[in-house]
């Protein structure tokens, strides 16, 4: 019975020493490597032959200076990770004493004990982040602690790479989770070198034959060019280009012009480039904003390409007249006032709780795409929160607060008690509501062409109504629109898309038609500019106005207030054929640049002189691909969402700040116990906090 007992712990130990062996036969590295005779390996990659076997090759694949052995000079990235991944993952696992391995290894030398052999063969290995967060590696037995160190590790990889919170509502993001939830058990993430190379070259791909299907209908509704714009005091000036059609937006490319930024014949040249890379008969206009060489570029491509229109950017022009709006002096101290409340609640902790509370979690103001829209915005949010604030400041639990004896207190209280105050307020609101809903419907990436003369009719119309008693504030308002509408924002094209809309052509209200007849008619005899292309057009035209055959059916009919105009040409408009072709080209535009909040900081990178043509390379294209996929999400959005609002509160704005340089002590203090995703300014978030001088996608 000893000698059989004696036998069995051989035989345990015998299968550990095996295992061993073989593991050691099977260690993935020898796929980088030839054994040779003795304990010597070759590099396959650069031919060294090294003395102490697969150790020192790791060290060797590695790159990493180590027991002298010489860096491999020829091994790709790819591996060098993998291989360091392997040396890191083995040093971590490393026993911290050799009594723990004799303790496994007697433990092995009991009799059916194979948990122990178990134990030695196959150690968890925990990571460097969990040497600093020892309790993620701990994985208990019920599914409520998987999640927890689910979160837990997510929201670790979230700070340590700095990442925006507002990260965590991509819908990539979920859809990235429940990928690797259905991964088997020891799924690896791709390294960083398969991201830049593999990966990144798979879905620019899968991006780009996007861009190729939605190319088809160009044929029939014409594209738009968007030259957006951006440029600051250091003579930089960055362009990028966006073509958009009826399905899709998509980000075509972003040029550094700053070198010839005031020369017209270099610009026009770019413009021709850009025309020419789309297709001349598929350009029907080109949009861009007044920071442009605009009389000049336009002038060029009027001339050199008879059927493409130069439109003005509605969405910068309708901002341009609400800034106007803010530097009238009854507005701007109406905006100043409330700037007052806002900044005392928003710096105090404990007043910030107590708003939230008395609001129901709702925050007071609100951040817009630019600085007067968030004027405006906020200003609605304070009006519809009145009676509240006022109950707030009247309250018990305010004037127990610490910060009730402070001197903005008197300020706000007096503010908020100042009838003529909110008088303002509710001029304000009405007078910038036309406006905002204007921005609202040519901001959100839809063809709108076709609205935007109707739209800034009844917004004019608005100011007249509200200031029916009062001539000196009408003027006052309508001398500005008036001002913005004739020299920057009207278009033929826009009057030729309101005379086509039908929805405004039918519709007895309306009596600017006649007004705008003179520029259709123009618009006609440019996209048709010969007698033969217009035989039967007057006959054509005829039928739209008069609502015969198709165009009076009850289907037609029906749906004249209810479907895009450009749809509703191609299904009634079959009567008219010529003037169909035509009206579904010009209503099937957009007539803004104002997609999506822009980080110009990234095609900053792009152009750096500093970065090397590799990089360039891959950030161009990574920009590429961020782009188009943001562009692609802002499509898809419910329409309950607000293309003129950020969803968090910039907390570096003039409605926040009470200095212009705050400390970082008064940044945090500002927060307080309400620190937490929805009061952070998400989209200054690592400028705020990290500096704006980090580096984008790690390049």
């Known amino acids: 019975m000893i000698e059989l007992t004696l036998f069995l712990d051989e035989l345990n ?4 020493l095996l295992h061993k062996m073989m593991v050691r036969e099977k260690d993935v590295c020898w796929e980088y490597a030839e054994k040779l005779d003795g304990n010597k390996v070759k590099c396959k990659f650069c031919l060294r032959v090294l003395n102490g076997g697969i150790s020192r090759l790791k060290h060797h694949l590695s790159r990493l200076p180590s027991k002298g052995v010489n860096p491999c000079s020829k091994v790709r990235d790819d591996v060098t990770d993998r291989v360091r991944a392997i040396i890191s993952s083995k040093e971590d696992g490393k026993e911290t004493s050799s009594a723990k391995k004799q303790r496994l290894v007697a433990e092995a030398k ?53 990442l925006d919170f507002s990260v965590a509502r991509s819908s990539s993001y979920q859809l990235m989770i429940e990928a690797v939830s259905k991964c088997s058990h020891g799924f690896r993430g791709p390294s960083a070198e ?104 336009a ?14 950017c509605a969405s910068q022009c309708l901002n341009l007249i609400l800034e106007d709006f803010c530097k009238i002096d009854w507005v701007n101290r109406c905006i100043l006032q409330a700037q007052t409340i806002s900044k005392f609640i928003y710096n105090n902790a404990s007043m910030l709780d107590l708003m939230k509370k008395s609001t129901g979690g709702q925050d007071l103001i609100r951040t817009g795409i630019t600085k007067s829209v968030s004027n ?11 009676s509240r604030l006022k109950h707030m400041f009247n309250s018990s639990e305010y004037s127990t607060n610490s910060y009730s004896n402070k001197p903005q207190n008197i300020s706000c209280i007096a503010i908020l008690e100042d009838n003529d105050f909110w008088k303002a307020v509710e001029e304000c609101v009405a007078i910038s509501e036309p406006f905002l809903k204007g921005l609202r419907e040519v901001s959100g990436g839809k063809p709108a062409v076709g609205s935007i003369y109707e739209l800034m009719t009844r917004a004019k119309e608005s100011i007249r109504t509200y200031y029916i008693m009062d001539e000196s504030k009408c003027k006052a308002f309508l001398d500005i629109v008036d001002g913005r509408w004739r020299n920057q924002l009207h278009s033929p094209l826009h009057a030729a898309a309101a005379f086509l809309n039908p929805s405004i052509q039918y519709n007895p209200e309306i009596k600017f038609l006649g007004a705008i007849k003179e520029d259709f008619f123009k618009v006609l005899e440019k996209l048709l500019p010969t007698s033969d292309m217009r035989r039967d057009i007057t006959n054509q035209i005829l039928l739209f106005t008069r609502a015969t055959g198709m165009f009076g059916c009850n289907l037609a009919r029906e749906a004249r207030d209810t479907v895009p105009p450009g749809l509703w040409w191609e299904q009634f408009g079959d009567s008219a054929p010529v003037l169909q072709r035509v009206s579904i080209r010009i209503l099937s535009q957009v007539c803004s640049t104002s997609t999506f909040e822009r980080h110009w900081n990234t095609f900053q990178q792009i152009h750096s ?3 090397n043509k590799i990089d360039k390379e891959t950030l161009n294209d990574l ?75 790690g390049l």
């Open 13 to 16: 130990i015998g299968i550990v």
């Open 110 to 162: 009991s009799p059916g004990n194979y948990s122990a052999i178990k134990a030695l063969i196959s150690v968890e290995t925990p990571s460097p982040i969990a040497k600093v967060f020892p309790s993620i590696t701990h994985m208990g037995p019920s599914s409520s602690n998987d999640a927890e160190n689910a979160e837990r590790s997510i929201a670790l990889f979230f700070f340590e790479n700095k």
């Open 194 to 297: 398969i991201l830049k190379t593999t990966w990144l070259e798979r879905i620019k791909s899968e991006v780009s034959l996007q861009s190729k299907d939605i190319e088809r209908e160009w044929a029939t509704t014409g594209c738009t060019i968007i030259a957006d714009t951006w440029t600051d005091n250091k003579s930089r000036a960055l362009i990028n280009f966006l073509v958009s059609s009826p399905s899709r937006t998509f980000f075509h490319k972003s040029v550094d012009a700053s070198s010839y930024f005031k020369n017209t014949k270099c610009l026009a040249d770019l413009f021709d480039s850009v025309i020419q890379d789309l297709g001349p008969e598929n350009v029907v206009q080109i949009i861009m904003d007044s920071t442009l060489n605009y009389t000049g570029v």
């Open 299 to 312: 002038s060029h491509i009027l001339q050199n390409y008879g059927t493409v229109f130069v439109s003005p």
């Open 376 to 386: 405006f915005l906020s200003l609605q949010s304070m009006l519809k929160q009145r």
């Open 609 to 611: 002189e500093k970065r």
């Open 623 to 697: 920009v590429y691909i961020n782009y188009n996929l943001k562009l692609a999400r802002q499509k898809m959005k419910s329409s309950e969402s607000d293309p003129l609002q950020y969803d968090d509160i910039d907390m570096t704005s003039e409605w926040v700040e009470e200095t212009e340089n705050p400390s970082p002590t008064q940044w945090l203090d500002r927060f307080g116990s309400a620190l937490d995703g929805s009061d952070l300014n998400t989209r200054q978030f690592n400028a705020a906090i990290f500096g704006s001088s980090d580096t984008i996608f």
